[in-house]
């Protein structure tokens, strides 16, 4: 069930863009955090990558001219960077904390550039109505098909 409630969550990042006009952190985004709901340290190391994303694209766009494709392809490949050195540096300083990391090197960057795009609190309020909003539609329709 858990690929067919990828398209079901297209479906609704979609219905909801289309109603409110503001994007829940990307078209795909929310159904690859519902993937992840049961890991919430997954989805807070990937919220914490999209804000430094976002810090990073502030600091450089002083000195940089980052707009458009730029400014999109810069936040991608600063989530990267930063995904990087979270799978690289954060177990060496805390071991104990394995499973706290972050859902690809992707979903940070189209967090950051929609955090960019429309205001951090926006963002995460949108990207967190459409998650629970798959969630709850994946388990009803769990329930009934009775898996």
């Known amino acids: 069930m858990e690929y067919g409630l990828t398209f079901i969550g297209l479906l609704l990042s979609l ?10 952190g990307g078209i795909i985004v929310p159904s690859y955090l519902v993937l992840f709901i049961h890991q919430p340290e997954r989805i807070a190391g990937t919220i914490i990558t999209a804000f430094l ?11 940089v001219i980052l707009f458009g494709k730029r400014r999109f392809v810069f936040i991608l490949i600063t989530a990267g960077i930063w995904v990087y050195i979270w799978y690289t540096l954060f177990p060496v ?6 499973e706290f990391r972050v859902i690809g090197w992707v979903v940070p960057g189209l967090i950051a550039n929609h955090f960019e795009r429309q205001g951090i609190v926006i963002t995460i309020c949108s990207l967190i109505t459409v998650t629970v909003m798959i969630f709850v539609i994946g388990r009803i329709i769990s329930l009934c098909m009775g898996i």
């Open 93 to 98: 300083l805390l071991p104990q904390s394995v």
């Open 15 to 24: 219905l909801f863009i289309g109603i409110t006009g503001v994007y829940p």
């Open 53 to 63: 994303s976002t810090l990073c694209y502030k600091f450089f766009s002083r000195y």
